[in-house]
């Protein structure tokens, strides 16, 4: 028999526990470890944007995380709206069940967003999913 906290972690986890066989205390870890990563990269791209817009440098960074174009937007928003819901069920989990609801549902929602977006942008802009047309295979045969 476990408290009603314990009980609530089983059931949210209880979805995806079979990625570490359901065992939650290393799930919660690994969890927490990779959102202080996560937290930590957002913040150091966050300061030396600023940093950057101090110095009124327009040059553009292909592989950086934040930025003006659209997808660099995206990707800020998602991430301050994931750090916020996040901070939120840490800090509610003991006493607001209705702020960490609202939170996880936020939280999870917004997960797969993030995830169905790096996807498009795999495929929009690397190229890496897309198949080779025949008609290119049939050239360099000729070739």
Known sequence: M??????????????????????YGTADYIHRISAAIFVLLTFISMFYEVFRNIRN???????????????QLFTFITTLILIIT????????????????????IHEYISYIALASVIWHIYKKCHALIWPKKKAIEEKVRL
């Open 2 to 23: 476990g408290t009603a906290r314990n009980k609530r972690i089983q059931y949210g986890w209880a979805k995806y526990g079979w990625l570490l066989d359901f065992d």
């Open 57 to 71: 440098d327009t040059s553009k960074l292909a592989w950086f995380i934040f930025g003006r174009s659209g997808y």
């Open 86 to 105: 996040g901070a939120l069920i840490w800090i509610c989990n003991e006493f607001d069940m209705g702020a960490v609801g609202f939170a996880l549902l």
